[in-house]
C-alpha cells in the first residue's frame, strides 16, 4: 500500500534509502530516485515499465551542481539558468563520468534541470544527491499533476507519494539540447521559444526537421501521454456538437489563456477516461508561444483526427 505524505524527512529518507519515491515538481510529478545510485535508478525504469533506451533527467538544487555532472558547459546554459532556473528548463549537456550509464541510457549526454517546487528543493537540499525521476505516470500514459493521480496509477508500487498540491504549470518542462555546437529544442515545454531568445537571442534552431536524426529525446516518440479512451483532434469541435454520437468532448476554449489550459490539460485528457465514452475530440489551439508546447501534448495524446463530410464523422488515424 502506497501513503501519501506532506512530510519532506520520509522523502529524504526514502532517497537515501536507495527507494524511489514520487515528488511534486512545478511541472508534473515525477518518480525519483538516488540519480548517483545505480541500483535505485534501475527500480524507476522497473516500476514505471519504462524502455531502457529513454534517458531520465536529473534534478539539482542549485546552478553550481550542473558542472557536477556536466562539462563543456557553454555560457548560454548560465544565461538561461540565472533567468529561468529553478524552473520548467532543462539542459542536454555532455555528461561526466560521475553519473551512471542507466540515467542516460547510455548517451554521452545528460538531462539536468532544477526544479522550482518547494518540497523538491527541499528533498534535494537535505539529501545532497542528485535526484533522477521522469514523470509519475506508467510508460506511455498521462503524467500526473496530483498525489491523487500518481497514486490511483503506482498504488502498491512505491511506498510514498509526497503530496505538494497541484502542479502549478501542468505540462512539462522545455527540454533544451546544447550538443553538437548548437542549441535545440528537444521537447517543447512551458518555457516557450520567444522565451529562450530573449536571453541568448535567435541564434538557436527549434524543434529538428531532419528526419535522419536518430531520435534524440525518445519522448519525441510521436504517441506519448495517451488517455485510454481514443482521442481525436478535430478542426472546430463546435462542428460536431449537433451529432448523435456519445462521444467525449474536451472544450479548451473554456479556458482564459493558455496558462491555464496547461494548468488543466492533463486533467482533461484524464477526465475523457472516467465515465468512459466510446472516443473523444479536442480541439488544438492556436500554435504560437506556450500553444506550441500545449498542442505537441495534444497530438501525442491523440490516435488521429476526425473530419466532418456530408454531416458524418470520418476518422483519419494516425
Ligand atoms: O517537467 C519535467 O521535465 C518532468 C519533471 C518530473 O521534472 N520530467 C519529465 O521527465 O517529463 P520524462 O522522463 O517524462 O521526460 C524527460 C525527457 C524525455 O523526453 C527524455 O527522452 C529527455 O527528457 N531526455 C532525458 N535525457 C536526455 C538526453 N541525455 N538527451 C536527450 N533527451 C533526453
Ligand atoms: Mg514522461
Redesign the pocket.
Known sequence: MTEITKNTDVAVREILNGNVIALP?E??Y?LGANGLKKRAVLKIFEIKKRPAF????L?VFEIADIEKYAKNIPDEVYMLAEKYSPG?L?F?LPKKKIVPDIV?AG?D???I?L?AHKMFREVLKETGVPIA???ANMFGKI?PTTAKDVFRELNGKINYVLDGGKCKIGI??T?L?FIGNKIKI??PGYITKKDIEKVIGNNFSGKSKNKNEKI?????LKSHYAPSTPLYMIEDTALANNLKNNFGVINLLKYKNLRAVAYNLFEEFRKIDNPKYEFAIIQKVEEAGLGIAINDRIEKASVGKIIIFNGNLRFRIK
Open positions: 515538481t511541472t508534473v515525477g529513454n534517458p531520465l533527467i534534478h520548467p532543462t542536454v542516460t548517451l549526454s545528460v538531462a534541470r526544479p525521476a521522469p514523470s503524467s512539462e518542462s527540454v539540447s528537444l521537447r534524440l529525446s525518445p519522448g519525441m
